[in-house]
């Protein structure tokens, strides 16, 4: 069983001010960071999907063993990032989806997701209750998620019309995803 990791880290980051894989937070960068998360969680291969300045951030990230790919259409939105991502994966059983903007998400709860990863498992971490991320889709699910996502939408709108099992989370990692430079948290979690 090979459950994959897939990375989207092609946004440009408007309410940031910069691509948010390009942000530098405890001596590393987002996406580097997040890589590391689906690689140490259990995932392999990791792909990370690039789009807004990625000339610049495969040049100033270390991004040893995972599959870099462009997302060309990156502008319209996080659904694209998601379609370009799956058609990367090869023959996995599993993926666990991570967006860029989420440094509290640990490899423990990316761990608890690959556990449960069959071709038909749906899956998302929640935190106090609340749907997060990471996501974990089941291969048999792939082809309606690629078809649903479009614009800033990625599986949300597939998720939204079916039973997900919920993977509590708030105790091994934090959920928030960042949108701005106040928002980055100022210490590490206890856990």
């Not at 903007?101 to 935190?127: E, F, M, N």
């Amino acid at each position: 069983m090979t459950v994959a990791g897939l990375l989207l880290a092609a946004g440009a980051g408007r309410r940031y001010g910069m691509p948010k894989a390009l942000v530098r937070h405890r001596g590393l960068l987002f996406v580097e960071r997040a890589a590391e998360v689906l690689r140490a969680g259990g995932c392999e291969p990791v792909v990370v999907v690039l789009g807004a300045r990625a000339a610049e951030v495969r040049a100033a990230a270390t991004l040893t063993g995972a599959l870099v790919v462009d997302n060309p259409d990156w502008a319209s939105g996080m659904g694209s990032s998601v379609r370009v991502g799956l058609s990367a994966l090869g023959d996995c059983t599993a993926v666990v989806v991570l967006p860029v903007d989420t440094p509290g998400v640990t490899p423990a709860a990316v761990d608890r997701l690959v556990r449960l990863a069959t071709p038909s498992a749906l899956a998302r971490a929640t935190y106090d209750d609340v749907p997060g991320h990471p996501v974990l889709l089941g291969r048999d699910h792939w082809a309606e998620v690629a078809e649903l996502a479009v614009g800033d939408e990625g599986a949300r709108p597939y998720l939204a019309r079916q039973r997900v099992q919920p993977v509590p989370c708030g105790d091994v990692a934090v959920g928030t995803d960042v949108d701005r430079p106040e928002e980055l948290p100022s210490q590490e979690p206890d856990y």
